[in-house]
T-cell receptor, first 115, second 116 residues
Framework: SQQGEEDPQALSIQEGENATMNCSYK?????LQWYRQNSGRGLVHLIL?????REKHSGRLRVTLDTSKKSSSLLITASRAADTASYFC???????????????FGRGTQLTVWP | KAGVTQTPRYLIKTRGQQVTLSCSPI?????VSWYQQTPGQGLQFLFE???????NKGNFPGRFSGRQFSNSRSEMNVSTLELGDSALYLC???????????????FGSGTRLTVV
């Protein structure tokens, strides 16, 4: 079963605009991660935010985490055509404080950036 | 350093056959996980291995099995293939931090399995 759910399912913007994707999850987590996938290829890890963090930056990426609302957002600033991909949020499974080596993925947001 | 290597990249099998997929994690990574990705079900967790032990298993039938070797390389096997097993199979490795916390997964490019 999936824990994370991304919103929107699809997003289409022009180059230079900002793209915001949201993720909601259901249970307690140790961390939340965002991944990117180009068509039919492997996932690329973008950023990990721990449950005691509220915001994190990496280059043009900004991730927020609100554990009270069980939600996260990924902001890509000044988007480029090369950012076109599917973006997934993934959460771990909390059990007796361990991660148990498993991630729950949402269905993803398909981002299209037009030149 | 080399990334996660999955072989083969593409595979076509017929129903009823069995298949073995291979995954070589990043050097030093002891945790290896397997996922199945399909358009209908999305990314589904298969199992995870750490130091040759299966720590966690997803909700897949017993036809799906795996193992991990002492060098952390992992294989997964699917027996009696069904059409619905057609999918992208992804392997991921992770380095556990000194505090025991995970630091994100590195995924391989996947094996595209087509069952005809």
């Amino acid at each position: 079963s999936q824990q994370g759910e991304e919103d929107p399912q699809a997003l289409s913007i022009q180059e230079g605009e900002n793209a915001t994707m949201n993720c909601s999850y259901k249970t307690s987590i140790n961390n939340l991660q965002w991944y990117r996938q180009n068509s039919g290829r492997g996932l690329v890890h973008l950023i990990l935010i721990r449950s005691n963090e509220r915001e994190k930056h990496s280059g043009r990426l900004r991730v927020t985490l609100d554990t009270s609302k069980k939600s996260s957002s990924l902001l890509i600033t000044a988007s480029r055509a090369a950012d076109t991909a599917s973006y997934f949020c993934a959460t771990d499974e909390v059990s007796r404080g361990s991660t148990l080596g498993r991630l729950y993925f949402g269905r993803g947001t398909q981002l299209t950036v037009w030149p | 350093k080399a990334g996660v290597t999955q072989t083969p990249r593409y595979l076509i099998k017929t129903r009823g056959q069995q298949v073995t997929l291979s995954c070589s994690p990043i050097s030093g990574h002891r945790s290896v996980s397997w996922y199945q990705q399909t358009p209908g079900q999305g990314l589904q967790f298969l199992f995870e291995y750490f130091s040759e032990t299966q720590r966690n298993k997803g909700n897949f039938p017993g036809r799906f099995s795996g193992r991990q070797f002492s060098n952390s390389r992992s294989e997964m096997n699917v027996s009696t293939l069904e059409l619905g097993d057609s999918a992208l199979y992804l392997c991921a490795s992770s380095l556990m931090g000194q505090d025991g916390r995970q630091n994100g997964y590195t995924f391989g490019s996947g094996t595209r399995l087509t069952v005809v």
